[in-house]
């Protein structure tokens, strides 16, 4: 089975260029605001970094999710878009001054602290607007994911986040300073995590430190465990919604939230992920001395996660039915690592068939580059068509 294109449309489109089909996108929201509304005091935030395209951000917007920016050009996206500052969360480990002020400026709902460098700086910006700033610190929980080594962000080596013998030092320091007010704490252990053990694992890991902080009877109003959640990039079709149930069931019974806590999750591949194709031309069949070559027109630079993750994207010719042969899928780059996949079965291709790079919402148009100056892949959604 192959996904659902306008094909004739697509026809008349300069290739290569993004798909995205906004009636997946509704159902998935809609489950995740039914799944996260079954639990009293879950706020779900959208992960600007998925994907940033101005009329995927107005659904989100519209769906009622809020925002989970990592820079001060996120900020500004999201609030052209409709955010409500009061939504917006804002992590990262190099904010520079410039986007602290942003935040400052908009009131946004609070600033992801990644280090007492960084807390330093919050706080002496916000004086010179004689604001207060509120800040949940990122805490690293050394929980490890199931995951590719270089989207794991629960560990100790990792650059992120604050460590969790400096938890209480922080918070204490932070009490002491005029301009900041401390309104939580925030994790975030990877992404594209299937496996609902590693989230079970960081619920663990969050009542422990909240049993300490208890002690010390320090009150925490919020508890953001970032997001993580996986999709199905081997089964696009058959698994387009990531099952959401699970994922907020797990926190829900194993999560010890005090009263009045408030529960964030910052979701940005389990919402746009499957709602997205890139939509490639073939260029050329090259055969080889062992193997054929299916050359198209998008490269890399349209589509890195493959060279920079090794990851898999379900490859399918949309233009043909006949007999599946075996192709590696490359692109036009001056670089070796420019390949889709090996050693792939596709439908026998021939010049000029249109080929759709599955599961490609998130992380796709975003991280787009204009290398070997080429033009940046337009992003199409259902109802341009």
Known sequence: MKGNFPIEQFEQLQTPFY??????LRRTLQTINQEAGRHEG???????????????LNM????GLGADCVSGGEIRRCLEAGFSP??????????????INLGLDKNIFCFNVESVAELEVINELAAKKDKVASVCFRINPDVGAHT???????????????????????????????????????????SQILDMGDFAALCNRINELQDVLEKKHVKVENINVGGGLGIDYQHPNRVPVPDFKAYFDTYARLLKLREGQKLHFELGRAVVGQMGSLITRTLYIK?????????????????????????????????SEEPAETYD??????????V?????????????????????GAYGEIMASQYNCRELPKGYITEDF
């Open 86 to 99: 009061s939504k917006i969360v804002y992590a990262g480990v190099g904010k520079s001054d410039w986007e």
């Open 148 to 190: 590719h080594a270089k989207i794991t962000t629960g560990l100790a080596e990792n650059k992120f986040g604050i460590a969790m013998q400096d938890m209480e030092a922080t918070i204490e320091k932070a009490a002491s300073m005029s301009n900041i007010r401390f309104t939580g704490l925030h994790f975030h252990i990877g």
């Open 329 to 338: 899928v490359v692109g036009p780059i001056c670089e070796s690592s420019d």
């Open 60 to 63: 989100i917007c519209q769906a």
């Open 287 to 319: 055969q080889g001395t062992a193997k054929q070559f299916l050359i198209v027109d998008a490269g890399m630079t349209d589509l890195i996660r493959p060279a920079l993750y090794q990851a898999y994207h379900k490859i399918e010719n949309i233009s």
């Open 340 to 360: 889709f996949a090996k050693a792939i079965d596709v439908n026998k291709a021939h010049r000029g068939d249109l080929i759709a790079m599955r599961s490609a």
């Open 19 to 24: 798909y995205y089909d906004t009636e997946l």
């Open 42 to 56: 879950f706020v779900v935030h959208y992960a600007i970094k998925a994907n940033a395209n101005p009329k995927v």
